[in-house]
């Protein structure tokens, strides 16, 4: 699977939009975008995936450049709630396995 | 039953002690993967289990450390002949296919070894 980085930490204002970003500049085609956090030591939580296209849900949207290099993840509006430490993961179709976690970014929203 | 459901939430042993740890699917899930996290590290992958089988196993620990999902029943992790450095939280995720559909994760069981 390819790598990702992402910036250790960053903070937000809540209220504002928290925008996170991710390079996989190695991402082969067959390779998806996963997002999930993890809120003090809690279980992983699955926020949103996609391929090529932009992809929105209830919790975030997610905006893949067109050559797939990279990513950001956006929270509209951010509360206190989602101060958690942020995982982008790439990951083959069919792979069948494993979630290669990294170190993540630490979100801080602030009031 | 809308997640994961991982028990116990806490488990002590003493060293040289067996731990068990279970882990029940997402209604419809037959895929289970087992991860563990050490104090101030990410997740590392363990094992990846369909009902019955073993897919995956190459982040297991090669020795005291064994998985199974039955046919009925939970996904049960064990440690056998614990030492203090499999003091960790182990998660287990589940999804309902091997393709592009997410793993879900439970909250964890915290093992500490006195």
């Known amino acids: 699977d390819a790598k990702t980085t992402q910036p250790p930490s960053m903070d937000c204002a809540e209220g504002r939009a928290a925008n996170l970003p991710c390079n996989h500049s190695t991402i082969s085609g067959n390779e998806y975008v996963y997002w999930y956090r993890q809120i003090h030591s809690q279980g992983p939580q699955y926020i949103i995936h996609?391929?090529?296209n932009n992809e929105t849900n209830e919790m975030a949207s997610l905006i893949i450049t067109e050559d797939r290099k990279s990513s950001t993840l956006i929270l509209p509006h951010a509360t206190l709630r989602d101060t958690a430490v942020y995982y982008c993961?790439?990951?083959?179709?069919?792979?069948?396995?494993?979630?290669?976690f990294g170190g993540g970014t630490r979100l801080m929203v602030k009031p | 039953n809308a997640g994961v459901m991982q028990n116990p939430r806490h488990l002590v042993r003493r060293r040289g002690q067996e731990a068990r740890l279970r882990c029940s699917p997402m209604?419809?899930?037959?895929?289970v993967y087992w991860y563990r996290q050490l104090p101030e590290e990410g997740l590392k992958f363990m094992v990846y289990l369909q009902k019955e089988n073993i897919i995956d196993e190459s982040g297991m620990p090669k020795e005291r450390f064994s998985a199974e999902f039955p046919k009925e029943g939970p996904s049960i992790l064990r440690i056998q002949q614990v030492v203090r450095g499999d003091s960790a939280a182990y998660f287990c995720a589940s999804s309902a296919d091997r393709n592009n559909r997410p793993q879900h994760f439970g909250d964890g069981t915290r093992l500490s070894i006195l």
């Open positions: 993961i790439v990951r083959a179709y069919n792979a069948g396995n494993m979630l290669t």
């Open positions: 209604k419809g899930h037959s895929h």
């Open positions: 996609g391929l090529k």
